[in-house]
């Protein structure tokens, strides 16, 4: 089946910021597809919110490697899902994929992907889940610590089944 990116919201930031929201996510899309290209102020992982819910509703497994190393875990009960672990060197790429957005009957997933060389050649694949049926609103980004730094970019798009 054929899909269609449309463009809904941009951002970079012209100064450094403890978090990035987009709100007012028209409903109007089948998914959501979030590019963002990260620097943080310091090396940390960055946590993605759906509604301004920071409540434990949150789950994660993901993959990780370095080399030939590489590691899984999984968590429950989390105030949201990890998206990439990012440093104060180089931006490193997230792409988020967040399924059935607007269904209010269903519980939300996303996929995730994220890579950064200048993280010493870290890579991630990662699926997270917000238990909650609301329609999703509001997409946030938030560090563990610091802040993003300037020059950090993201991307909303929906995407339409054709």
């Given at each position: 089946m054929d899909k269609t990116y449309e463009p809904i919201a941009a951002q970079t930031l012209g100064s450094a910021a403890a978090s990035v929201t987009f709100s007012s996510i028209p409903q109007t899309y089948t998914?959501?597809?979030?590019?963002?290209?990260?620097?943080?102020?310091?090396?940390?992982?960055?946590?993605l919110r759906f509604n301004s819910d920071s409540g434990s509703n949150y789950?994660?497994?993901r993959i990780y490697g370095y080399g030939s190393t590489a590691?899984?875990?999984?968590?429950?009960?989390?105030?949201?899902?990890?998206?990439?672990?990012?440093?104060?060197?180089?931006?490193?790429?997230?792409?988020?994929?967040?399924?059935?957005?607007a269904?209010?009957?269903?519980?939300?997933?996303?996929?995730?992907?994220?890579?950064?060389?200048?993280?010493?050649g870290y890579v991630l694949a990662g699926v997270g889940l917000w238990r909650?049926?609301?329609s999703?609103?509001?997409?946030?980004?938030?560090?563990?610590?610091?802040?993003?730094?300037?020059?950090?970019?993201f991307t909303l798009y929906g995407i339409r089944a054709a």
């Open positions: 998914d959501l597809k979030f590019i963002c290209y990260i620097q943080l102020s310091a090396l940390t992982f960055v946590n789950s994660v497994n590691t899984a875990d999984r968590f429950n009960s989390q105030t949201g899902i990890d998206v990439g672990y990012f440093n104060s060197t180089n931006f490193g790429y997230s792409e988020i994929n967040i399924m059935n957005y269904n209010s009957s269903t519980f939300k997933t996303i996929s995730n992907r994220w890579g950064s060389e200048g993280n010493s909650n049926t609301a999703i609103t509001t997409i946030s980004l938030t560090p563990y610590s610091g802040n993003l730094n300037t020059g950090s970019s």
